[in-house]
């Protein structure tokens, strides 16, 4: 329905007999174990089912998930490693603000929650995934992103029909919209701009950092004079920052002349990088 709101074209299976070429984004509901009643509200999905929706990721397609035992209880298929998500645990029936973070999606956003709610699984992103969602107390992540590049995922422990609507952006509205927009986006780029100044023995550096991927972060000083001399700073892991942060530096240093400094985000290849020169006189 909120999709329809937002002028969305949308089409329902109960199943996965249906062909899913020509669409871009799937909703995968698994729902959430209940013995209350009685009733099953959850589907364990089958291995038959996840090559279907392996396949459809790997032709460039998007998938959000959502299942309360999906991520621990039910087996693992094909396409749970897909979404770069581990399980902590079963979890408790113990759901109740569900909050977004800051530097995502869903920064600002806070919910009540009113839906099934039993054996919530927790969840922790894998690498190069990031946590967007998190239950306020006790605390633990509920919801994780992941941007492969060619396709992009979200999974969820918890039904989003029960997020009850609060003040904006609380709302399920602008929730989809940002994960619409994240999954229609282009894939974020790795940041790293370097500012730098020498004044009195001090040099001081401020790093505009952000990378979609688990990276290493590497810092050189490069000395030109009486000989150019390059000297390693650090070489330190950077979990993702989804969106760029500013990491000021200061340290002592005497007066060398001109003085580069080179950083760079690196996996296998090398995600970002910039060189800033700095005169800290004779």
Known sequence: MVLEGMGKTVD?????SMNFDGYRTIFVLLG?????DG??????????EA??????????????????????????????PYFHITGVSDGYGDTKTVRGLDGTMTEGMVFNYSGHNQYMDRLSAGE????ILYNESPPYVNG?????GTYKTIGTSFEFGGLDDG????????LLAEMIAFFSG???QATLEIDASYTAGTLDLNFTVGTPEVATWVTYLILTTPEVQVIPIWATPLPVIAAPIEIPVSFPLPSVGMLGIYSGLFTDITLADDLAWVDTGS
């Open 144 to 148: 994780v992103a992941y941007n492969a």
């Open 12 to 16: 329902y299976a109960g199943d996965f």
């Open 167 to 174: 003040a904006s952006p609380s709302t399920k509205a602008e």
């Open 39 to 48: 009733e099953t509200r959850n589907h364990a999905l089958g291995q038959s």
């Open 51 to 80: 090559l279907i929706l392996v396949d459809f990721l790997e032709q460039g397609g998007n998938i959000y998930m959502e299942g309360g035992e999906t991520w621990v209880f039910d087996p693992e298929t094909a396409l749970h």
């Open 32 to 36: 959430v174990y209940s013995w209350w």
């Open 128 to 131: 190069g995934a990031w946590p």
């Open 186 to 188: 282009s894939q974020p």
